[in-house]
């Protein structure tokens, strides 16, 4: 049972997360579409703005992953009960 009980706070966790890397992400989308008027005055803040989208793409992609795990670990251990 603590097993069980460790898995689902790790998940509950790795959701918490996930919940703040998909707010980040929206957020930087949102702010590039109200400004992309801007983008020939700044070049290097858009071109940061993609790159930093593109690293919390991946991040939340692999925790994604990761929590699918965790689900399957939950699975397994419920089943074994």
Do not use: P
Request: glycine share 2%; with cysteine; charged share 25%.
């Amino acid at each position: 049972m603590a097993k069980l009980d460790e898995a689902k706070e790790r998940l509950g966790l790795l959701k918490f997360w996930l919940g703040v890397f998909v707010a980040c992400f929206v957020s930087i989308c949102a702010w590039c579409a109200t400004n992309y008027k801007l983008f020939n005055e700044a070049y290097v803040l858009f071109c940061l703005a993609v790159l930093l989208d593109i690293v919390l793409l991946v991040i939340i992609y692999k925790l994604n992953k990761e929590s699918k795990n965790i689900l399957k670990e939950i699975k397994n251990l419920k089943s074994r009960e």
